[in-house]
């Protein structure tokens, strides 16, 4: 198993473009989340999904950030327009559910100049 | 979500046993006590989960309180590489992190 996959490592763009960061979670999981890391704010959870469904989005900072999980194989999280402010590791983890160990990515880490 | 307390930093000597504390007094009935480590520019990392019980695995001891306010990682010989932030995380569906603890391994 190759775990979770998150791409690109590392991404480096100019405030107001678009941003795309991508997940693939392990096969079989049915939860997938969405975490940002900054030195201030520590780890935040930012959207849940569960088959697919988005659960709780509470997290989600703002109407820039959108989140997609089309197929359970595959997710999403985008930045539009991007700020300075985004930048930081973004971490996608997935798992069976309650009960269960959630696996982590490496990471993205945005930097927004 | 509950809150949880665990102290900002301890240290310990290489294989030496560490005892890892977190209380976590208004965790619900459902909720498991879920720990996890982030070692330096790295993601986290699964460490150990529980939700009544002792549990064992090859990384980690995890002791419960019998009124579930708190729980102990046992690390039974912390080594250079256990060097982390450990977090102490009782849970539903999501993980909220808190700031959780800074394991120093000296030498």
């Known amino acids: 198993d190759a775990g979770v996959i998150q791409s690109p490592r590392h991404e480096v763009t100019e405030m107001g473009q678009e941003v795309t960061l991508r997940c693939k979670p392990i096969s079989g999981h049915d939860y997938l989340f969405w975490y940002r890391q900054t030195m201030m704010r520590g780890l935040e959870l930012l959207i849940y999904f569960n088959n697919n469904v988005p659960i709780d989005d509470s997290g989600m900072p703002e109407d820039r950030f959108s989140a997609k999980m089309p197929n359970a194989s595959f997710s999403t999280l985008k930045i539009q327009p991007s700020e300075p402010r985004d930048s930081a590791v973004y971490f996608c983890?997935?798992?069976?559910?309650?009960?269960?160990?959630?696996?982590f990515g490496s990471g993205t880490r945005l930097t927004v100049v | 979500d509950a809150k949880t307390t665990q102290p900002n930093s301890m240290e310990s000597n290489e294989e030496e046993p560490v005892h890892l504390p977190c209380n976590h007094s208004?965790?619900?009935?459902?909720?498991?006590i879920h720990w996890y480590r982030q070692l330096p520019s790295q993601g986290p990392e699964y460490v150990i989960h529980g939700l009544t019980s002792n549990v064992n695995n090859r990384m980690a001891s995890l002791a419960i309180a019998e009124d579930r306010k708190s729980s102990t990682l046992i690390l039974h010989r912390a080594t250079l590489r256990d060097a982390a932030v450990y977090y102490c995380i009782p849970s539903g569906y999501a993980l909220n992190f808190g700031k959780g603890t800074s394991l120093l391994v000296t030498p």
């Open positions: 208004t965790i619900s009935g459902t909720d498991y």
């Open positions: 983890a997935s798992s069976y559910g309650q009960g269960y160990g959630y696996t």
